[in-house]
T-cell receptor, first 113, second 114 residues
Framework: DADVTQTPRNRITKTGKRIMLECSQT?????MYWYRQDPGLGLRLIYY???????NKGEISDGYSVSRQAQAKFSLSLESAIPNQTALYFC????????????FGDGTRLSIL | AQSVTQLGSHVSVSEGALVLLRCNYS??????LFWYVQYPNQGLQLLLK??????LVKGINGFEAEFKKSETSFHLTKPSAHMSDAAEYFC????????????FGSGTRLQVQP
């Protein structure tokens, strides 16, 4: 089983809909992250959480919200989806040692029509 | 503040040739540096990392990278390309002390010609 699991893997929806992307991990890591990948732009940080009560905005948080339901679960919501939020979304985790690299899920491909 | 620049969005090499993917970083504090690889329809996988120990870092699949502070560079190399190396490669920096969220470069797509 994957250490970092994202659901759904693919989603097509319409403008204005509310969407939730879910991430769960079995690595026991405290830190969890949501990134967005667009062609030619690499990965950009949306939100990150250092524990259940510590949630922080990344560089592109507008239009997104998150919920850290437990150490192992971190969900990303688009309250009212718009077409320019069409992208590949990745969840990642890391532990507290600082130099521990982040472990990634396989991504959610989101298309907003 | 931290940033990463990857020179060349596409690199093409012949099988058996040297692979060189370039990465330059900007950081106000000593950085941690990473290279990741992404195969089609997959997430990112760590190739190697620099965390202020040895400046020449060896990773998986025969890749290595050298940290050069004077040049603010962390270029990725492999002596002999294999067809299976075709993928997208991302350089990343982590330098916000206490808040180690990665900043990624825009990626370099490596093609390996037979």
């Amino acid at each position: 089983d994957a250490d970092v699991t994202q659901t759904p893997r693919n989603r097509i929806t319409k403008t204005g809909k509310r969407i939730m992307l879910e991430c769960s991990q079995t690595k026991g890591h405290d830190r969890m992250y949501w990134y967005r990948q667009d062609p030619g732009l690499g990965l950009r940080l949306i939100y990150y959480s250092f524990d259940v009560k510590d949630i922080n905005k990344g560089e592109i948080s507008d239009g997104y919200s998150v919920s850290r339901q437990a150490q192992a679960k971190f969900s990303l919501s688009l309250e009212s989806a718009i077409p320019n939020q069409t992208a590949l979304y990745f969840c990642a985790t890391s532990d507290l040692t600082g130099d521990q690299p982040q472990h990634f899920g396989d991504g959610t491909r989101l298309s907003i029509l | 503040a931290q940033s990463v620049t990857q020179l060349g969005s596409h690199v093409s090499v012949s099988e058996g040739a040297l692979v060189l993917l370039r990465c330059n970083y900007s950081s106000s504090v000593p950085p941690y540096l990473f290279w990741y690889v992404q195969y089609p329809n997959q997430g990112l996988q760590l190739l190697l990392k620099y965390t202020s120990a040895a400046t020449l870092v060896k990773g998986i699949n025969g890749f290595e990278a050298e940290f050069k502070k004077s040049e603010t560079s962390f270029h990725l190399t492999k002596p002999s390309a294999h067809m299976s190396d075709a993928a997208e490669y991302f350089c990343a920096v982590s330098a916000d002390t206490g808040r180690r969220a990665l900043t990624f470069g825009s990626g370099t797509r490596l093609q390996v010609q037979p």
